[in-house]
């Protein structure tokens, strides 16, 4: 079992910046994949920006040079960098894991980025 807690979320003006962080109950060194996805009203879940085996990431064409995944593995914790921020990054923001073959979510984090 994992349990995942996003914080950082709020409100900000087109160009600011956030920083998300997901909390993980164990030790991510065994969690085998990690990342970011969004949900806008309406709108399917998508992947934003996630680590992948051997530590390589992947992000979205459409926050790519904008948001910035990283970790801090001793505090068991996944952050999301979102700089430049845009309208349509407005969504709820979900921590994603999977840990022996199951997935598992945080209940997300509001982001929404005013005009």
């Known amino acids: 079992q994992v349990q995942l807690v996003e914080s950082g979320g709020g409100l900000v003006q087109a160009g600011g910046s956030l920083r998300l962080s997901c909390v993980a109950s164990r030790s991510i060194f065994s969690i085998n994949a990690m990342g970011w996805y969004r949900q806008a009203p309406g709108k399917q879940r998508e992947l934003v920006a996630s680590?992948?085996?051997?530590?390589?990431?992947n992000y979205a064409d459409s926050v790519k040079g904008r948001f910035t995944i990283s970790r801090e593995n001793a505090k068991n914790t996944v952050y999301l960098q979102m700089n430049s921020l845009k309208p349509e990054d407005t969504a709820v923001y979900y921590c994603g894991a999977k840990y022996l073959e199951t997935d598992y979510w945080g209940q997300g984090t509001q982001v929404t980025v005013s005009s």
């Open positions: 680590f992948t085996s051997g530590s390589m990431t």
